[in-house]
């Protein structure tokens, strides 16, 4: 697809912060090779989803709960649809706070990014999310903690590694402090530029 740009889907729950960032970049020519085409939010609630219409992007609100009978396979199965109809390249997890299953994630090999708010291959797999994992890094006592974007395979926060970012944590922090700076000094950063780095395979450029 040499000359195109590749079709990105974004996947959030929550408060969208790095939605916000790759809406910002693709803006800025940050993300050149790859266009935000569709935000996908299992919760209806989140705040991405405004940030998504706010910036007249296609969203759609997929719940497994509510729309899927709690089924994570028709989960998947309804989410492949979208994708499919949307002619979806890569997947970006942003704040995604949902394990997808082998069968999905091998369909979309090497297809899939995240990014998680720690250096892996610490405080990150299983029941390792969001402000949990700001928490467990100051009960360890580090003193530097970072954000990881990393393609998804089966195993949680176990995929290769494509960019790392380090991140100081400072005397007097508190979770929210450390995770805000995360997010401004790694997320915000190497989110995007792992997605243009991807987008630019994908595309041939
Ligand atoms: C971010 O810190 C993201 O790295 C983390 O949740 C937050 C979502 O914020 N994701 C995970 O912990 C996934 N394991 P956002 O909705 O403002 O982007």
Partial sequence: MAGKKANIAVLVSGGGTNLQALIDAEKNGIIRSGTIRLVVSNNSKAYAVTRAENAGIRVEVLTKKAMCGGSQEEFERRLSAILEENSIDLIVLAGFMSILSEDFTKHFDKRIINVHPSLIPSFCGKGF????????????????????????????????????????VEEGDTPEILQKRVMENAEWIILPEAAEKICAQITGK
């Avoid at 360890?140 to 970072?146: D, M, N």
């Avoid at 926060?157 to 991140?167: H, N, P």
């Fill in 129 to 168: 999310y969001g402000l949990k994992v700001h928490e467990a890094v100051l009960k360890k006592g580090v003193k530097v903690t970072g954000a990881t974007v990393h393609f998804v395979n089966e195993i949680p926060d176990g995929g290769e590694i494509i960019l790392q970012k380090a991140v100081e």
